[in-house]
């Protein structure tokens, strides 16, 4: 991994930012996509941004986008993008939503970057690196059992049925819960505010720039069956949590 593509993910950030700012909280079209999740000119136009500055510095490199599609999904280097992760949370005036940004190398994510430009977040990792939280290093907390977690989600409402019955078990487990962030969950687990995180129905480009974050900083991503996320095999549903022990008993919950 060169340094460079650490600037460069940043510079991509930035981007995508000053695409987003001009259309908060201001009027716009939201559309609905095939899937019935929302759309606006925002998400394009970052998305489009940030097309562009890989066409122009990394032009052999794959890119996988939430709104534009695939481009040499194949590479042994692949971009994944969500320009707003969060368009619910964006439409609706809430700063929690992020743009996401992850490399993946030979099909596993090595850099990411979790970017909130109204409040100005941002969490970037990459390998050998440890996760940096607005530029200083940052570390999950260890959380003794898991009736003492604080775990995030953003709707288990938008669940399948079986999945919503599963999270209802770990909910009544733990000892808080909180409704909503999106990828600005992940980054609290990172910085040791938040315990866990629990979510079903995610895509590539939902999860491939936090395994490297929250990793990054001392904590661990997984399937509901504990196992590695996996581009390929991975069926959306995801464990994130500071502390390997919190993210087993989550698991075992979810199993019951």
């Not at 716009?28 to 000119?41: C, G, I, Q």
């Not at 439409?91 to 850099?111: C, H, N, S, Y």
């Not at 909910?171 to 629990?198: E, K, Q, S």
Request: proline share 6%; glycine share 10%.
């Amino acid at each position: 991994m060169a340094t460079d593509d650490l600037a460069l993910a940043q510079r991509l950030a930035d981007a995508a930012g000053a695409a987003i700012r001009p259309w908060f909280r201001r009027p716009f079209l939201v559309e609905t996509k095939a899937d019935f999740s929302p759309v606006t000119a925002a998400d394009r136009e970052a998305e489009a941004v940030i097309r562009r500055l890989l066409d122009e510095y990394r032009p052999h490199d794959g890119v996988i986008g939430e709104e534009y599609g695939d481009d040499r999904p194949d590479a042994a280097r692949v971009w994944v993008l969500d320009p707003i992760d969060g368009t619910r949370a964006f439409v609706a005036g809430r700063p929690l939503f992020g743009t996401l940004i992850a490399l993946l190398e030979d099909g596993k994510p090595v850099l990411g970057i979790i970017d909130q430009c109204i409040i100005g977040d941002r969490w970037l990792a990459g390998p050998g690196q440890p996760t940096l939280f607005n530029g200083q290093r940052c570390h999950v907390r260890r959380c003794p059992q898991l009736a003492e977690a604080r775990i995030g989600t953003t709707s288990p409402h938008a669940f399948p049925e079986a999945d919503f019955a599963a999270f209802e078990r770990a909910r009544g487990a733990v000892g808080d819960t909180l409704y909503g962030g999106d990828c600005h969950n992940y980054g609290l687990v990172a910085a040791g505010h938040l315990d866990a995180v629990v979510e079903a129905g995610l895509k590539l480009h939902d999860w491939a720039a936090l395994v490297p974050i929250v990793t990054g900083a001392g904590g661990v991503m997984s399937d509901w069956q504990g196992q590695p996320l996996d581009m390929a095999r991975s069926d959306g549903r995801v464990i994130a949590a500071g502390d390997a022990a919190v993210a087993a008993a989550i698991a075992a919950a979810l199993a019951d």
